[in-house]
């Protein structure tokens, strides 16, 4: 089980920037995948979270409206597009694989500790 997170970067803010996350080793149809961000001195935390089974996601009050997390049909990727960045969106972005098939309707399966297999992180800087 690999995941493998890409294209951050230093931008201004209010732009908008899209996240890859690349999985293979598992099959992505019957799995849960989470985003999670930490930034320095600060503990991590869940950005958003998607059930890749029936499409069902679950977003953190802070990026609510802003974040987008998808996948493309047929790919083994998942996407977090952001928008309207902000300074407190800087930090070390992660996605993981969740210990469940699927959210479970749970806000509590959007928590680190229910995800394994963590890949490594991209950083994302936001400029004020």
């Known amino acids: 089980v690999q995941l493998q997170a890409s294209g951050g970067g230093l931008v201004q803010s209010g732009a908008s920037l899209t996240l890859s996350c690349t999985t293979s080793?598992?099959?992505?149809?019957?799995?849960?995948v989470g985003w999670f961000r930490q930034a320095p001195g600060k503990e991590r935390e869940a950005v958003s979270c998607?059930?890749?089974?029936?499409?069902?996601?679950d977003y953190s009050d802070s990026v609510k409206g802003r974040f987008t997390v998808a996948r493309a049909n047929g790919e083994n990727t998942v996407y977090l597009r952001m928008h309207s960045l902000k300074p407190e969106d800087t930090g070390v972005y992660y996605c993981?694989?969740?210990?469940?098939?699927?959210?479970?309707?749970?806000?509590?399966?959007?928590?680190?500790?229910?995800?394994?297999?963590w890949g490594q992180g991209t950083q994302v800087t936001v400029s004020s």
């Open positions: 993981a694989k969740s210990k469940h098939l699927d959210l479970g309707g749970s806000p509590s399966r959007c928590s680190a500790h229910e995800y394994v297999s």
């Open positions: 080793g598992f099959n992505l149809d019957y799995s849960a």
């Open positions: 998607m059930s890749l089974s029936d499409g069902s996601t």
